[in-house]
């Protein structure tokens, strides 16, 4: 099966930068989309960025000319360059890898997490 390796998380200033990697093994048969998830502590989690197999990509709104979100096909790896960052974005931050032969939920596969601490 497919399995995620995450990287790069950390404690940042506000208004620092951090870089998050993320990269796929395993069983693949085509990635339909590669993307970023968080969780706060108390909050439900929620999309961060996404970027899809024809390069399209797909941001939240709160973090939409901050976050920076691109792939290395070769490796298999996505990456997440976070700029300007805030208290507010304090969170875990979830990998996520869709890759099956449809776009459906349950082909979803989840990296263990990595912690994100915006604090000064």
């Known amino acids: 099966q497919v399995q995620l390796v995450e990287s790069g998380g950390g404690l940042v200033q506000p208004g620092g930068s951090l870089g998050l990697s993320c990269a796929a093994s395993?069983?693949?048969?085509?990635?339909?989309?590669m993307g970023w998830f968080r969780q706060a502590p108390g909050k439900q989690r929620e999309m961060v960025a996404a970027?899809?197999?024809?390069?399209?990509?797909n941001y939240a709104q709160i973090v939409e000319g901050r976050f920076t979100i691109s792939r290395d096909n070769a490796k298999n790896t996505v990456f997440l360059q976070m700029n300007s960052l805030k208290p507010a974005d304090t969170a875990v931050y979830y990998c996520?890898?869709?890759?099956?032969?449809?776009?459906?939920?349950?082909?979803?596969?989840w990296g263990q997490g990595t912690q994100v601490t915006v604090s000064s």
């Open positions: 996520n890898v869709n890759t099956g032969p449809e776009y459906s939920a349950k082909y979803d596969y």
């Open positions: 970027i899809y197999s024809d390069g399209r990509t």
């Open positions: 395993g069983i693949i048969f085509g990635i339909n989309a």
